[in-house]
């Protein structure tokens, strides 16, 4: 191996193990509450549910916190970045689908569908990934649903106080003891034949209005259960600390 390629191979691994440990520490220190059980607790209560959660690209730093270790699958960009997510992804029970709208679209969206079919957790799209535009939901995760028979469930969230990075997804990142709390919107079926003007006139407007109306839900604190832990999903919020 070249010492160019080594020193990129150890580069690489000490940004995965710094990213790891920065994001443990801050979650051990939120203060996280939820407005509805996640599809994991209700199938530990017995019910028969899975669905695929849609969430924004800039929520993956609390997406990783919110749903670890519960045998989740998510597609991940096949760029840099995208190497780096999926190694922390993975430290946390992720399966990580390598793929984006330009390169292995179509074979990452085939294993995300065959995850569905053979994995029995539930499954995680950023719906405006792997490059924006920011809050623009993409057809994937249509796609994705009408292929593998699961409902599209939307995760809104909502943090406290925040740094935002300069990254095209604008992501947030909790500051430390901030509150979080997040809530689910209702489920949405989509048929396996649907007419082709319904995926931007119908499928894909739905999805967005839902995923707004559930980061509401989460931003509202009225009716939010008392109940906290260590797991959150975090979103906008009224104090915001830009990321230099």
């Given at each position: 191996?070249?010492?160019?390629?080594?020193?990129?191979?150890?580069?690489?691994?000490?940004?995965?193990?710094?990213?790891?440990?920065?994001?443990?520490?801050?979650?051990?220190?939120?203060?996280?509450?939820?407005?509805?059980?996640?599809?994991?607790?209700?199938?530990?209560?017995?019910?028969?549910?899975?669905?695929?959660?849609a969430v924004w690209h800039g929520d993956l730093w609390f997406i990783m916190g919110a749903l670890k270790h519960q045998e989740l699958s998510v597609i991940v960009s096949s760029s840099r970045d995208g190497e780096i997510i999926t190694r922390v992804l993975?430290?946390?029970?992720?399966?990580?689908?390598?793929?984006?709208?330009?390169?292995?679209?179509?074979?990452?969206?085939?294993?995300?569908?065959?995850?569905?079919?053979?994995?029995?957790?539930?499954?995680?799209?950023?719906?405006?990934?792997?490059?924006?535009?920011?809050?623009?939901?993409?057809?994937?995760?249509?796609?994705?649903?009408?292929?593998?028979?699961?409902?599209?469930?939307?995760?809104?969230?909502?943090?406290?106080?925040?740094?935002?990075?300069?990254?095209?997804?604008?992501?947030?990142?909790?500051?430390?003891?901030?509150?979080?709390?997040?809530?689910?919107?209702?489920?949405?079926?989509?048929?396996?034949?649907?007419?082709?003007?319904?995926?931007?006139?119908?499928?894909?407007?739905?999805?967005?209005?839902?995923?707004?109306?559930?980061?509401?839900?989460?931003a509202d604190e009225r009716g939010v259960p008392p109940r906290t832990d260590n797991m959150a999903v975090g979103r906008a919020s009224p104090e915001e600390t830009p990321i230099p």
């Amino acid at each position: 191996m070249a010492a160019g390629e080594r020193a990129s191979g150890f580069k690489l691994w000490a940004t995965v193990a710094l990213a790891a440990v920065v994001h443990r520490i801050a979650f051990w220190t939120y203060r996280c509450t939820y407005r509805d059980e996640l599809y994991t607790r209700r199938r530990d209560r017995g019910e028969d549910v899975r669905c695929i959660y849609a969430v924004w690209h800039g929520d993956l730093w609390f997406i990783m916190g919110a749903l670890k270790h519960q045998e989740l699958s998510v597609i991940v960009s096949s760029s840099r970045d995208g190497e780096i997510i999926t190694r922390v992804l993975e430290g946390y029970g992720f399966l990580a689908v390598r793929g984006s709208s330009t390169r292995g679209a179509a074979r990452a969206l085939l294993e995300f569908t065959r995850a569905a079919r053979e994995r029995d957790g539930d499954l995680v799209i950023t719906v405006d990934g792997p490059k924006g535009p920011v809050g623009s939901v993409k057809d994937g995760i249509v796609f994705a649903a009408s292929r593998s028979g699961l409902p599209i469930v939307p995760l809104g969230v909502h943090v406290d106080r925040f740094w935002r990075a300069g990254s095209w997804d604008r992501m947030l990142v909790g500051k430390p003891f901030t509150r979080v709390r997040y809530a689910l919107g209702p489920p949405i079926h989509v048929p396996t034949e649907f007419a082709k003007a319904d995926l931007a006139g119908v499928w894909i407007p739905r999805v967005a209005e839902a995923l707004s109306a559930a980061h509401d839900r989460a931003a509202d604190e009225r009716g939010v259960p008392p109940r906290t832990d260590n797991m959150a999903v975090g979103r906008a919020s009224p104090e915001e600390t830009p990321i230099p």
